[in-house]
């Protein structure tokens, strides 16, 4: 399965932007998707998970209240809706299929075919 995490861009502190993971080949609706991010010099790290049913959500604490993920069934798309954005928030934001039941929704291990990341930069 190929992952297209799109929808990254420039926007001010406080800004809103909504990104965007499509898979394209094997449908990945039945997987738990991953939301992560990693910003210049540093490790990749979790922000945001939801189950196959969206029954289930989890997030990081320094994006609770203020990131939603969503996932839209009919188009096989996860969203990852990003409000009042901080410098901080500034990374590569990929998005991956969780295929390893043994590792926990937030671990990196969890997940294999990550997707071509987009990148968010939000301006001071």
């Known amino acids: 399965v190929q992952l297209q995490a799109f929808g990254g861009g420039l926007v001010q502190t406080g800004g809103s932007l909504r990104l965007s993971c499509a898979a394209s080949?094997?449908?990945?609706?039945?997987?738990?998707t991953g939301w992560f991010r990693q910003a210049p010099g540093k490790e990749r790290e979790f922000v945001a998970s939801?189950?196959?049913?969206?029954?289930?959500?989890y997030y990081a604490d320094s994006v609770k209240g203020r990131f939603t993920i969503s996932r839209d069934a009919a188009k096989d798309a996860v969203y990852l809706g990003m409000n009042s954005l901080k410098p901080e928030d500034t990374a590569v934001y990929y998005c991956?299929?969780?295929?390893?039941?043994?590792?926990?929704?937030?671990?990196?291990?969890?997940?294999?075919?990550w997707g071509q990341g987009t990148e968010v930069t939000v301006s001071s």
């Open positions: 991956a299929a969780r295929t390893n039941g043994r590792y926990t929704e937030s671990d990196l291990r969890a997940y294999d075919d």
């Open positions: 939801i189950n196959w049913s969206s029954s289930s959500k």
């Open positions: 080949g094997r449908i990945f609706g039945r997987y738990t």
